[in-house]
């Protein structure tokens, strides 16, 4: 459970998923902006929004998450140009579950997700 008061901050532009503890607190710092020790929850996806890495410091150490998805992409929520987006534990939540691909951008682009709101249930 993730107390209300964490930060959730995503990062809008691709990572590169080989990057692991320190890799990504360098990204927390540089392209985010905000320390990687002071309690927040990072969240970065890759270019092909399949894969989703979250990373936190608690207080014996860094912690990481590192989800795939098979047949499914993740909806990275942007907000205009912005690098970084700030959201709470329930778009957390629905951004981990990830979504179905719904179209390709165009030759050679990565395909997209449907926003979480847009998706149909299906219970099958």
């Not at 894969?51 to 410091?57: A, C, N, P, S």
């Not at 929520?77 to 709470?88: L, Y």
């Not at 951004?95 to 997209?112: I, N």
Request: glycine share 10%.
């Amino acid at each position: 459970m993730i107390p209300p008061q964490v930060r959730i901050f995503v990062c809008t532009e691709p990572v590169d998923m080989r990057r692991s503890f320190d890799g990504l607190a360098v990204a927390a710092r540089e392209r985010l902006g905000h320390d990687p020790l002071a309690g927040g929850l990072f969240v970065f996806a890759n270019r092909r929004a399949n894969r989703l890495k979250v990373r936190w410091f608690d207080r014996p150490g860094y912690c990481l998450l590192y989800k795939r998805l098979h047949r499914a992409l993740f909806a990275v929520p942007r907000q205009g140009d912005a690098i970084a987006v700030c959201i709470d534990r329930g778009a957390l939540a629905r951004l981990l579950e990830g979504g179905p691909v719904t179209r390709r951008r165009g030759p050679g682009q990565a395909p997209v997700a449907a926003p979480a709101g847009d998706r149909a249930s299906n219970p099958a």
